[in-house]
């Protein structure tokens, strides 16, 4: 129903006993965060949550390792889903698809103030910033219509990777300064919140297009209304919101702004994949006591 009536739940002993938790990316919205607050809820015997998810900022990973608790994503089932969501945002941005699409629907063709023409991708330098599954699925899909491929990331790609998918690894700072799109592909975390805010606005190319189908919390969303209405950011294709499901009136109100309602991942396909992947997890942890995708935090556990 509500955390409150999940933690009265659970701390009537309801689950005593259970060892593994499969959890959905939706039950953020009934139960919260998994924190230490709801962990200490859990009983004892919990010593696994396998999420439905490649993002897991919905889980405290650092207060489930102080409880002995590991914890699994769904790495790669993901990839295919989400770039094709960023190649649509991205086409879709470049060409203000948004406000032509708005207005056929309510009858009035193009609209009453016709949009801007659109931008080819072929020959622009797509930045991609996180080089995972997802951002080197994307770069694939880029490359065959015609963009340049520059990354940055923690880690530098191996040469073969990087020779196979045709990317050129740059700093952060060449990143946002040369890039016509910048296709967000990072997980949130402590070090990745807002990454994009004022200050990155300000260093990139005037003009730019702004994609994110990673979460909203990396980029700071009213920072980036007002790099719109400067012309300093001329589109954006979006997934994913800082507050979902609220989402900035700045961004609604905008006909440069190409929104999507969080679904990246919202196939039969993937859905399949990412259900098999966790439910894998889950019979791991049931027969051998160890996980097949435990997130890269816990990988010493
Ligand atoms: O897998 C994820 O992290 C998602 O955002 C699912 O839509």
Redesign the pocket.
């Known amino acids: 129903m509500d955390r409150a009536s999940f933690l009265a739940e659970a701390s009537s002993g309801a689950f005593d006993g259970c060892t593994v938790a499969y959890r959905t ?1 939706e039950s953020f919205s009934v139960t919260g965060k998994v924190d230490a607050e709801l962990l200490s809820a859990l009983p004892p015997s919990l010593r696994f949550i396998c999420h439905n ?3 897991y900022d919905q889980v405290d990973v650092p207060a489930c390792t102080a409880r002995g608790i590991h914890v699994s994503n ?1 790495p790669s089932a ?1 990839d295919d889903a989400t770039a094709d969501m960023g190649m649509f945002l991205l086409l879709g941005a470049l060409r203000n698809l948004a406000v032509g699409m708005a207005s056929l629907r309510t009858g009035h063709w193009r609209g009453a103030t016709p949009p801007a023409l659109g931008h080819d991708p072929q020959g622009k330098v797509l930045g991609i910033l996180g080089m995972g599954g997802i951002g080197r699925n994307m770069a694939k899909k880029a490359l065959a219509f015609g963009m340049k491929i520059r990354y940055s990331n923690r880690t530098r790609l191996e040469p073969a990777v990087e020779k196979e998918i045709e990317a050129e690894y740059v700093d952060f700072k060449t990143l946002l300064a040369e890039s016509d799109v910048l296709s967000l592909n990072l997980p949130l975390n402590p070090s990745t919140r807002r990454i994009i805010s004022s200050d990155e606005f300000a260093a990139m190319k005037k003009g730019i297009t702004i994609v994110n189908t990673a979460r909203g919390g990396v980029m700071d969303e009213a920072a980036l209304v007002e790099a719109l209405s400067s012309g300093k950011v001329s589109s954006v294709g979006l997934d994913v919101y800082e507050e979902e499901p609220k989402v900035h009136p700045g961004l609604l109100e905008n006909p440069r702004v190409m929104l999507v309602p ?1 679904m ?2 919202y196939t039969v396909e993937t859905h399949q994949k ?1 259900e098999e992947w966790t439910i894998s997890n889950v019979a791991m942890a049931l027969e051998s006591g160890r996980l097949q995708s435990i997130v890269p935090e816990q990988s010493e556990m």
């Open positions: 990316f998810g490649a993002g769904t993901v969080h990246g991942t990412m």
